[in-house]
């Protein structure tokens, strides 16, 4: 038998065996956890039982909106149980939803995409202080966080604000998002014409 022989048998044996790490990072929609792809074959990579671990994830998640994102770190075991960690919304969401918006700014420090109150900020960095990595933090240390977050979307933070303006504004907004968007288009297509 040749070494080059050899050298091919000992790496298919050696391609074969994957290792992957006990410790995976997840977002899951909360209520939606379905053994279809893109979780399935995560899960099943690692060898969890997928339905088990879909029913466990929705009956934990049963008394959260539908359909809110919920980042998970799931720790693998040897004997293919699980330790399952679920977080809070991401604070881009919260800070989304708060302000009344479907996407933030394209352009965050030249416009404004939205507004928030302090208010606001103080209620979602009490909703994201409870996750484990945000309890050694003071409550200023995490609503200076929640306030760099939304300056990064695009969202102004205000000490106090008037309904009715706000209103107008978002209306104001939505022009402006149509707008851009309209832009995007005749961009991508400029450039597919120019590359066809």
């Given at each position: ?9 000992i ?36 060898g ?69 109150t ?60 149509t ?18």
């Open positions: 038998m040749s070494k080059a022989g050899k050298v091919v048998r790496a298919k044996k050696i391609a074969e065996k994957v290792n992957h790490r006990p410790y995976m990072k997840l977002t899951i929609p909360a209520g939606q956890a379905a053994p279809s792809p893109p979780l399935g074959p995560q899960l099943g990579q690692r969890i039982a997928i339905a088990q671990f879909c029913k466990d994830f929705n009956e934990r998640t049963k008394d959260i909106k539908e359909g809110v994102p919920l980042p998970c770190a799931i720790i693998v075991k040897p004997d293919r149980s699980y330790d399952l960690h679920i977080n809070t919304p991401p604070t881009s969401y919260l800070l989304k939803c708060a302000a009344g918006m479907s996407k933030g700014a394209m352009l965050p420090a030249q416009e404004v995409g939205g507004m928030l302090l208010k606001h900020v103080y209620e979602i960095a009490k909703i994201k202080s409870q996750d484990y990595y945000l309890q050694i933090y003071s409550m200023e240390a995490v609503c200076r966080q929640v306030i760099g977050t939304a300056h990064s979307l695009g969202i102004q933070v205000v000490p106090t604000m008037d309904a009715d303006e706000y209103g107008e504004f978002l209306k104001q907004r939505k022009d402006t998002v707008q851009q968007e309209q832009e995007l288009l005749e961009k991508r297509q400029a450039k597919m014409l120019r590359t066809g």
